[in-house]
T-cell receptor, first 114, second 110 residues
Framework: DSGVTQTPKHLITATGQRVTLRCSPR?????VYWYQQSLDQGLQFLIQ???????AKGNILERFSAQQFPDLHSELNLSSLELGDSALYFC?????????????FGPGTRLTVT | QQPVQSPQAVILREGEDAVINCSSS?????VHWYRQKHGEAPVFLMI?????EQKGHDKISASFNEKKQQSSLYLTASQLSYSGTYFC???????????FGSGTQLTVLP
């Protein structure tokens, strides 16, 4: 158990809908990262927040957005969902926002768009 | 730029050794190694910084050759528990994001 929690574990929704994925980082970690992992694919970095502020953006679609709240939990919002958005979405946390620090991954949310 | 991992997959018997390589066409600052079992979260293994250091714990170690922009993960006397997909992630600088390779699937048979 990494200490990072994600809810829900599974999510099935229809195309065109909007969903929110939630992540709580490890106690003491200020940085949250979101990754997308499609079937049998690698981890694609989406976005990073550090202490409530956006720190870095990766290959995140305009239909996706995220935020980190004062209690440091983070939410990833996915809208106008398409079939291709079906994937595992991981949240990870680390102590700091820069530098080569290890990231601890949550169990993931499996999103299925039908 | 995504690092390239090789091989894509490897099958070995318990007790055998394996090497997984990770290379980049760009200068690297750090290399991170993770293992992911099917349907589970990636688990951190180790980080290597430029300087050519080698790290390891238990029977898993890694090296980083910054001149060649490549890292190798060494698994010695493989155990069944080593099965999974190994990902390397690289950063070009100290404040840059991780870019992961496409993974190497390792299967250890009894």
């Amino acid at each position: 158990d990494s200490g990072v929690t994600q809810t829900p574990k599974h999510l099935i929704t229809a195309t065109g809908q909007r969903v929110t994925l939630r992540c709580s980082p490890r106690s003491g970690d200020l940085s949250v990262y979101w990754y997308q992992q499609s079937l049998d694919q690698g981890l694609q970095f989406l976005i990073q927040y550090y202490n409530g502020e956006e720190r870095a953006k990766g290959n995140i679609l305009e239909r996706f957005s995220a935020q980190q709240f004062p209690d440091l939990h983070s939410e990833l919002n996915l809208s106008s969902l398409e079939l291709g958005d079906s994937a595992l979405y991981f949240c990870a946390s680390s102590v700091v926002g820069t530098g080569p620090y290890e990231q601890y991954f949550g169990p993931g949310t499996r999103l299925t768009v039908t | 730029q995504q690092p390239v991992q090789s091989p894509q997959a490897v099958i070995l018997r318990e007790g055998e050794d394996a090497v997984i390589n990770c290379s980049s066409s760009k200068a690297l600052y750090s290399v991170h190694w993770y293992r992911q079992k099917h349907g589970e979260a990636p688990v951190f293994l180790m980080i290597l910084l430029k300087g050519g250091e080698q790290k390891g714990h238990d029977k898993i170690s890694a090296s980083f050759n910054e001149k060649k922009q490549q890292s190798s993960l060494y698994l010695t006397a493989s155990q069944l528990s080593y099965s999974g997909t190994y990902f390397c992630g690289t950063t070009p600088g100290p404040a840059r994001q991780l870019t992961f390779g496409s993974g190497t699937q390792l299967t250890v048979l009894p």
